[in-house]
């Protein structure tokens, strides 16, 4: 694959500098005092957003927030059709300060390099408002409305001070009413690309900076409820117990068992209540989250297959009962075979000549892209995450992976705008 645009001579690790310092800059958002934490709808999104304006026009783009709550910057023809760069800025409780966070900023930068070239088409950037879904248990609510895909059944959904989704629209100056006019139309694109860190070990164990994405992992999320009696924890021997916390430790540990004996399968109980929660009591109840993912759908609805059947044995031997409730469900969704080859000689242009072909993995966590793969193709690019941890104060990325990425990102945008529309 070849090329007749050129990345112009730049100082791209000035570039990695502002992103860093950037991410530092966004990190002192927060909800929660010595910690980061930003969720939808909030005084941070609305100051993030604002932040986030300022630098889109800094680099010359044209700005808007949409009637999700999303941040959009435009460079080029108003009327040409766009490829869309981006990721999230909002953040899970407690979090670190480069997921979602490091991709937006990235695009930003690959505009500062390209902003001079005449492409073929427009370039946006997003910063979606909710791909972690913190606030409402609903992740993805920003791009979801993006791709047209939005349910009205969600404005019933709740905070945990009881506030709606709805409520909080309103609050934070939004129309419900106008919900549709942040749905974008399948001809208004040509492709998203998102620049993200991994976040899991593979390219820290590789010793390698930069990946291409294959796919995002389908994923189906469970909330189990097993039912037993509660009786006085003293009084009751062990043979007249019905212990709802015991069948489902068991059951916790039957998902890791299985999904440890199957391949790209990820399942994750976690959270485990018991009621009535005292000291002294058998617990009656016991309550446990399961988030189950898979490089194919298939594979994973059949471990879901398996996980149910030993349950069922398992409370059969203890003579509990249990029930699910699926709360979430995604297929998984493939990066499209151009975008992955754009990302690839993006990637190639960073090493020595005669370099093997960069790695290419499938993401174990969810992406916006997930939600704008209904609407156009998408493609990923990957960064090492030393040690792989995420959604931690200690996520990580380097100044050199970024400054790589950076020019990864930029040579793939070039690679695109040499291909037809």
């Known amino acids: 694959m070849s090329t007749a645009f050129r990345l112009p001579p730049v100082d791209v690790e000035a570039a990695a500098r502002r992103v860093m310092a950037r991410c530092d800059e966004l990190a002192r958002i927060t909800a929660v005092t010595g910690t980061i934490e930003r969720v939808y709808l909030s005084p941070e999104h609305a100051r993030v957003n604002r932040l986030a304006a300022e630098w889109m026009r800094e680099i010359g783009m044209t700005t808007r927030q949409d009637a999700a709550g999303n941040q959009i910057g435009r460079l080029g023809d108003p009327d040409a059709p766009a490829l869309m760069l981006g990721s999230h800025l909002d953040t899970v409780p407690d979090a670190g300060r480069f997921d979602g966070i490091v991709g937006v900023l990235m695009a930003l930068e690959v505009v500062r390099l390209l902003r001079a070239s ?61 919900i549709g006019e942040a749905a974008r139309r399948p001809d208004e694109l040509v492709g998203y690309l998102e620049a993200h860190i991994e976040q899991g070990p593979e390219l820290d164990r590789r010793g390698e900076s930069l990946a291409v994405v294959s796919s995002i992992a389908s994923a189906r999320r469970f909330q189990l409820v097993v039912e037993g009696e509660a009786r006085h924890a003293g009084g009751t021997p062990y043979d007249m117990r019905h212990d709802a916390l015991l069948g489902a430790s068991e059951a916790a540990l039957a998902v890791e068992r299985i999904c440890r004996a199957e391949h790209h399968i990820i399942g994750t109980v976690g959270q485990l209540e018991a009621y009535p929660g005292a000291v002294n009591i058998v617990p009656g109840e016991a309550r446990l989250s399961l988030d189950l993912r898979g490089e194919f759908d298939g594979s994973r609805d059949r471990v879901w297959d398996a996980i149910s059947g030993e349950i069922s044995d398992i409370m059969g031997r203890r003579g509990l009962r249990w029930h699910a409730r699926e709360v979430h469900s995604a297929p998984a969704v493939f990066c499209a075979p151009l975008l992955q080859d754009v990302v690839r000689e993006g990637i190639l242009s960073t090493l020595e000549p005669g370099a093997d072909a960069p790695p290419t993995i499938f993401s174990r966590a969810g992406h916006d892209g997930m939600a704008i793969g209904a609407l156009t193709d998408v493609g990923m690019l990957f960064l090492r995450n030393p040690d792989g941890i995420s959604h931690h104060p200690d996520e990580a990325v380097s100044a050199r992976d970024v400054s790589l990425g950076i020019r990864a990102l930029a040579e793939a945008v070039l690679h695109r705008a040499a291909e037809p529309l």
């Open 118 to 178: 005449a492409l073929p088409f427009a370039i946006e950037v997003v910063a979606f408002s909710d791909e972690e879904g913190t606030r409402f248990g609903k992740a993805l609510l920003g791009s979801s409305a993006v791709a047209g895909s939005w349910n009205d059944e969600w404005w019933a959904l709740t905070d945990a001070d009881g506030t709606t989704l709805r409520e909080a629209f309103l609050e934070f100056g939004l129309d419900p009413g106008r």
